[in-house]
């Protein structure tokens, strides 16, 4: 596996992680009905699915995605989606963190809007990422030889995951923690 590949391959892991976590994170709040110490690991969360997801993962697949559809036409329309899904995922991301940033400056939000709001955020990213590993990702290995790497690899900049990569981001030190902290409770709870 190319390792332009396998970063994808962990990136959908850990935004897979990072979205559970979130869930968890949104589910306390609605059962404490505070936003305390949760708002500023929501915001983290929406902060880092923007800065990195947004600006380096989605980017680095559309451009492999265009790579197979040029040379693979019958997989274009599929591409097509899919780069459309991540301008919509982009969307909906700052939507959903504009509402936050009104809760975090006191301003009235209505719970009902959050709620839809957060439930279409989490469904539609983990149905993308389940949608991208099922039926692209494949593609990958099947359509793309060393040489395409090669080509590829001239178009696509070097990022490093400011949340799980090996140099952590301090603004991303507590919302890292939380992750790992979770992981922890939620592979006991599975483990009973």
């Not at 947004?54 to 559309?62: G, N």
């Not at 504009?98 to 709620?115: G, Q, Y």
């Not at 070097?158 to 952590?168: C, I, K």
Request: hydrophobic share 40%; proline share 3%.
């Amino acid at each position: 596996m190319h390792p332009i590949e396998k970063q994808l391959h962990q990136d959908h892991y850990h935004i897979s992680r990072l979205l559970r976590c979130l869930q968890r994170n949104l589910d306390t709040y609605e059962t404490e009905n505070s936003w305390a110490e949760h708002l500023s690991l929501i915001l983290e969360s929406l902060d880092y699915i923007k800065v990195y997801p947004e600006h380096w993962h989605h980017p680095v697949e559309d451009k492999i995605f265009a790579y197979i559809a040029k040379n693979y036409p019958k997989h274009a329309e599929l591409v097509a989606a899919l780069h459309a899904e991540h301008k919509g995922l982009e969307g909906l991301t700052k939507e959903l963190n504009a509402m936050f940033e009104a809760i975090a400056n006191d301003t009235v939000v209505s719970r009902d809007e959050l709620s839809r709001l957060t439930r279409d955020f989490l469904q539609r990213q983990i149905t993308h990422i389940d949608r991208e590993n099922e039926m692209v990702y494949p593609l990958l290995s099947s359509c793309l030889d060393a040489d395409d790497w090669v080509v590829l690899e001239a178009q696509i900049e070097d990022a490093h995951d400011p949340l799980f990569g090996n140099s952590l981001k301090k603004e991303y030190r507590d919302l890292h923690n939380y992750v790992m902290r979770t992981d922890l409770e939620l592979q006991r709870a599975a483990a009973k």
